[in-house]
């Protein structure tokens, strides 16, 4: 054996449990070491979305591996990279699918790193088998059908000469049988079953993508299932369930009930604000597509604004028309020194509840929001409260519709506009987006301001209006609120959806209804 580098200091290596697809599965541990990972090392089956709690400047590494095939790296070299990561002296978070304990090979890796003399922690995560049942409504014990479970692997060392499965005593040895990696060798599983013994009317369920939102589950009996699944089309990777609590999922079936599970829905918006509806409409079953179609800058130089912060004392009014108004406003209001009691003496009014609420992080409520959350409702309820004489600031985008500054100087208002942030569009993923839509797999787009239609369009670049048309053909249109839904009619398509409350929670609510109404 080769002597071991002499490091000054080793790094240390966190096997981590990923679970089975769901990002909200994994572990407070395991979430708080990949906030501060160095270097990732991650598995084909490792939720991406879990690399977003990664900072930035670290390092990730993909080492995954589907089946017998399409291998990035041998396990030899997945090995050899912890050990090489580890002699840099880094934090390193080895992040596997499912329990890196179960079925998962972190046995091997760690006694690699054992060898090396290299500091090592494994924080589990919930296994695949476990996710597989509760997410396809099966409970995996249950005091009428099963007082044991087994889980066997449907895939062995294929260089091992014998098989360490012994199906004579395990087709009937366990109320509940799980097999991790068996579609290939379904065939194989079902004959030894029924070779020793095992009822063939057993019942089986088959779950792929187990608690993802392409999660896919069939059930049939041992006699049936082979047949089941090759019409189904059901590949790896995926689970096998066997046994009498499979005939509870009709009663407990509930992930794939939700109002808009398999719906796929892209959602425009910029990254950072569309995290909101992203996670309403995943709680309800949608597959969301990201596609940040605008990114919101500050204005580097706001010389209205300055201005106007020197005689804040002389407003009467402040008018927030956007959620980023206000975000901008409080934030150069700061780095002037200044706070919230500085507005002292100013009403401030705002488009709708949204911007209210986040106003409220700044300490402060706002005395009026119109009962029709526009720009048009915001200038009207200003106009009924007399507005002749008044001076008002708004701050806002950099370009916006002049419609609230024309109406209130048309009532004898003074308005100052203060422009605070600019909206630029971004195209990063144009082509991933454009492709989803050729596929025909996409179910709705989601608009939630006329920026996002305009810059939406821009970035699939059709060459006419009829390519436009043809994209989004059968895809549904949701719309936040009526200047949006025109933006969407002007370039010649259809709006499906528009809430009554222009809010996302008004949007989630209209989409909801629009899929569940098809279902009544």
């Not at 014998?162 to 379904?186: F, P, Q």
Request: hydrophobic share 40%; with cysteine.
């Amino acid at each position: 054996m080769e002597e071991k580098r002499k490091d000054l200091k080793l790094g240390k290596v966190y096997l981590i449990g990923a679970g089975p697809g769901d990002p909200g599965l994994i572990t407070v541990r395991g979430k708080q070491l990949l906030e501060k990972a160095e270097v990732v090392v991650y598995d084909y089956l490792a939720n991406p979305k879990l690399l977003k709690l990664v900072p930035k400047s670290s390092e990730l590494i993909y080492v995954g591996k589907k089946g017998n095939i399409h291998h990035a790296h041998s396990q030899e070299e997945i090995n050899q990279i912890l050990v090489d990561k580890s002699h840099e002296g880094k934090l390193i978070v080895r992040l596997k699918g499912g329990d890196p304990f179960i079925f998962g090979r972190g046995g091997e890796e760690l006694q690699e790193i054992h060898k090396e003399g290299i500091p090592f922690e494994v924080v589990p995560g919930v296994t695949s088998a476990s996710a597989a049942a509760t997410y396809a409504g099966i409970p995996i014990t249950h005091r009428d059908f099963a007082a044991s479970v087994a889980f066997v692997t449907g895939h062995e060392d294929p260089n091992k000469k014998e098989s360490n499965v012994d199906w004579a005593k395990l087709a009937t040895g366990a109320g509940t049988i799980v097999v991790y990696m068996g579609i290939k060798n379904l065939p194989i599983i079902v004959d030894n079953l029924l070779k020793h013994g095992r009822d063939p009317e057993t019942p089986v369920a088959v779950v792929r993508w187990a608690s993802t939102p392409e999660q896919e589950s069939v059930v049939g009996t041992i006699a049936t299932i082979k047949d089941v699944v090759a019409d189904a089309g059901i590949k790896a990777p995926a689970l096998i369930i066997i046994g009498g609590v499979v005939s509870l999922r009709d009663t407990m079936d509930w992930f794939e009930k939700r109002p808009l599970f398999g719906k796929k829905i892209i959602v425009t918006r910029t990254r950072e604000q569309a995290s909101e509806l992203v996670q309403e409409l995943e709680e309800q079953g949608a597959n969301c597509l990201e596609c940040a179609t605008i990114k919101i800058s500050p204005i580097k130089e706001p010389k209205e604004l300055d201005n106007a912060l020197e005689r804040l004392q002389e407003f009467h009014w402040i008018l927030f028309t956007s959620i980023n108004g206000v975000k901008y406003f409080f934030e150069r209001l700061f780095s002037k020194g200044m706070d919230a009691r500085d507005l002292k003496g100013c009403d401030i009014a705002v488009v709708g509840p949204s911007t209210a609420d986040y106003l409220r992080k700044y300490g402060l409520n706002a005395d009026l929001f119109p009962p029709v959350f526009t720009g048009e409702g915001l200038a009207q309820a200003l106009l009924d409260q007399g507005v002749e004489g008044r001076n008002i600031l708004i701050p806002r985008a950099q370009q916006a519709r002049e419609i609230v500054p024309e109406n209130l100087r048309g009532a004898g208002a003074q308005v100052t506009v203060a422009p605070v942030y600019v909206t630029k569009p971004i195209a990063e993923n144009k082509k991933e987006m454009r492709a989803e839509l050729e596929s025909g797999t996409v179910d709705m787009v989601t608009f939630t301001s006329s920026s996002t239609v305009t810059n939406f369009i821009k970035m699939l670049q059709p060459e006419s209006p009829e390519e436009l048309a043809s994209l989004l053909k059968g895809v549904r249109i949701a719309a936040i609120g009526p200047i949006t839904a025109k933006t969407v009619t002007d370039n010649g398509l259809q709006v499906d959806v528009q809430p009554e409350n222009y809010t996302i929670a008004g949007m989630l609510d209209a989409i909801v209804e629009s899929y569940s109404s098809e279902k009544k």
